[in-house]
T-cell receptor
Framework: QKEVEQDPGPLSVPEGAIVSLNCTYS??????FMWYRQYSRKGPELLMY????GNKEDGRFTAQVDKSSKYISLFIRDSQPSDSATYLC??????????????FGAGTQVVVTP | ETGVTQTPRHLVMGMTNKKSLKCEQH?????MYWYKQSAKKPLELMFV???????ENNSVPSRFSPECPNSSHLFLHLHTLQPEDSALYLC???????????FGQGTRLTVV
């Protein structure tokens, strides 16, 4: 069983719609949860970062963590064609070297059509 | 740009060749990482260097040999690779191993 499960998509939505992405995980020790965006032919860039449970909002992006269900989500409101990319979830346990031991999902490809 | 530069961007090599991937960061960071990204698979952490010392080797085959001569440069030396080693190899750096990592654009490696 993979530690982090993520549907690879592709997920196609019309411009202006809400994009809903999620990951499930099996390791209850995970405390740090991140979402990365990766455009074609580019490296991943950090979008959102949350610690433990709860919600975090940044502009059109909202990240949610439900540790009881081992489930994290990313919502993109008012999606734009420029949001078309692969979105990777990542997580790690608390403690030393936490960013050096990230576990990634396989990524979900999102296509926003004009 | 993220401040992490990888060269070359693309590399095709035969199974008997020896080549090296280079990563340079201009961010003053102390930790550097190599990741492997294969199609439809999660990023796999390969190596971690902290203040030039290797702190993590994630059971990587010996045909991949990292080198970190200083905190700004990281190399991945490749020899006698297999076709299944074809992937995007990503370098990243962070101020410490407990802070956000910034990724380079990767080297697309094809082993023929």
């Amino acid at each position: 069983q993979k530690e982090v499960e993520q549907d690879p998509g592709p997920l196609s939505v019309p411009e202006g719609a809400i994009v809903s992405l999620n990951c499930t995980y099996s390791n209850s020790a995970f405390q740090y949860f991140m979402w990365y965006r990766q455009y074609s032919r580019k490296g991943p860039e950090l979008l959102m970062y949350t610690y433990s449970s709860g919600n975090k909002e940044d502009g059109r992006f909202t990240a949610q963590v439900d540790k009881s269900s081992k489930y994290i989500s990313l919502f993109i409101r008012d999606s734009q064609p420029s949001d078309s990319a692969t979105y990777l979830c990542a997580m790690s346990a608390a403690g030393a070297d936490s960013w050096g031991k990230l576990q990634f999902g396989a990524g979900t490809q999102v296509v926003v059509t004009p | 740009e993220t401040g992490v530069t990888q060269t070359p961007r693309h590399l095709v090599m035969g199974m008997t060749n020896k080549k090296s991937l280079k990563c340079e960061q201009h961010l003053g960071h102390n930790a550097m990482y190599w990741y492997k990204q294969s199609a439809k698979k999660p990023l796999e952490l390969m190596f971690v260097y902290n203040f030039k010392e290797q702190t993590e080797n994630n059971s990587v085959p010996s045909r991949f040999s990292p080198e970190c001569p200083n905190s700004s440069h990281l190399f991945l030396h490749l020899h006698t690779l297999q076709p299944e080693d074809s992937a995007l190899y990503l370098c990243a750096s962070s101020e410490t191993v407990n802070t956000e990592a910034f990724f380079g654009q990767g080297t697309r490696l094809t082993v023929v």
